[in-house]
């Protein structure tokens, strides 16, 4: 079966699947109708992504008109996150000026980065970042493990969750046959939270069966090898088990991880997603020698705590990952042309969470045919 990220998404909101095999949720977009959006953009954005998934209009179009959206949520005084209301105050931000913005470039200019410092405590979400209308309790905590300095916090909603779902799930069917995926175990070794809840939605679209090998990461790359053995080390146990048991289809893990799993276990699995900022296509292609005489596939994945995770198609040396637009866009600047590296810009850009903030660097690539149109990066570096 071949199947693109626009498809995907007809699938899920407008279009029944007549494919077969798969199974689309029914998410509703009236879950946004009590977030404080804006009603009449909203139904206009909506409109416009039903273009987008039907090759009508672009994905740039529909990518302004969506952040636009979420950018005076979080202005608005009555809905929005006191980081961005602060800021729409101390630098007259207004809706009129948002919709003025001709370009993403333009309404970067004007809405500015977030303050990540602000993340780092243990409630600073819900104190700067969480609209005022929206409640904890119904979203997905995603921590990161101190990578890049102290870790920080973040929540996400089920339809971001989703859109990153539907995204991997494009990566995963064009690799490995449903078929061969169908009624199998998905062993989800990783963070606790939001990480968990979009691989719950990845096995109700391919009829796996989801098992919850969960840890929490927050500040995990802080801590002593001897700390770090007590969280995972029970982990790694119950992953050993399950694949004992066999019949695994797909799961997650890091290099460090595998190359600790005896490996006729490894070789009975269908598919491997591999995260880590160790990732990449020399890994990759290590990986396949290693482990893939027997058919074992090996899928990168791009994470961000704070962006959802991208799916990563190996190029000869190279890989390109493709985020799941709208909620998360790696934006370079417009002289950026594509095969040239440069530092990107993440947007995220949920009912739940505005981040603007420059992250790693990498190559600006273009769209393949599963992604139609979704701009890329290639080999991001820290």
């Known amino acids: 079966m071949t199947i693109d990220y626009k498809q995907n998404l007809r699938y899920t909101w407008w279009e029944e699947n007549t494919d077969g095999g798969l199974y689309y949720p029914d998410v509703s977009w ?7 959006l804006n009603h009449s953009d909203m139904e206009k ?47 007259k931000i207004t809706e009129k000026r ?10 970067v200019k004007i809405l500015g980065y977030a303050d990540y410092d602000k993340l780092k405590a243990e409630d600073g979400y819900e104190k700067f970042y969480k609209p005022k209308n929206i409640s904890i309790g ?22 971001p969750l989703t859109f990153s779902a539907l995204d991997e799930v494009t990566g995963i069917i064009n690799t490995v046959p449903q078929s ?30 989801y098992f919850d090998l969960s840890f929490n990461t927050r500040g995990l790359k802080n801590k002593s090898p001897e700390e770090i053995n007590k969280i995972i080390g029970p982990v790694i146990k119950r992953t050993i088990d399950e694949l004992i048991k066999g019949d695994v289809g797909i799961m997650t893990g890091t290099p460090q991880v595998l190359y600790g799993i005896p490996k006729e276990l490894i070789e009975k699995v269908t598919m491997i997603k591999m995260s880590g900022v160790e990732i990449n296509a020399n890994e990759i292609h290590r990986l396949e020698r290693e482990y893939g005489a027997k058919g074992t596939k090996f899928m990168p994945m791009y994470g961000h705590f704070a962006g959802k995770s991208s799916i990563g198609i190996v190029n000869n040396e190279s890989i390109e990952y493709f985020p799941p637009y709208p909620f998360t866009i790696y934006k370079f600047g417009n002289s950026v042309g594509y095969g040239q590296r440069d530092r990107a810009e993440l947007i995220v850009a949920q009912p739940e969470l505005l981040l603007i903030h420059p992250e790693d660097y990498g190559k600006k690539v273009k769209s393949n045919e599963m992604f139609n149109e979704v701009d890329g990066i290639a080999d991001p570096s820290r």
């Open 45 to 91: 954005a909506l409109d416009t992504l039903k273009d987008v998934s039907y090759g009508r209009t672009s994905w740039d179009k529909f990518n302004l008109m969506w952040v636009k959206l979420i950018a005076k949520k979080h202005t608005s005084e009555e809905s929005g996150s006191n980081f961005w209301i602060e800021r729409a105050n101390a630098d």
């Open 180 to 209: 061969e995926l169908n009624g199998k175990k998905l062993l989800c070794l990783g963070p606790t939270g939001a990480y968990q809840e979009e691989h719950r939605i990845i096995t109700d679209i391919l009829n796996m069966d």
């Open 98 to 107: 948002i919709d003025e913005a001709k370009t993403l470039d333009d309404l």
């Open 30 to 36: 009236e879950i946004l109708e009590n977030q404080g």
């Open 138 to 159: 119904e979203l997905y905590r995603s921590d990161s493990s101190g990578t890049t300095g102290a870790p920080k916090t973040v929540y996400h909603g089920p339809l």
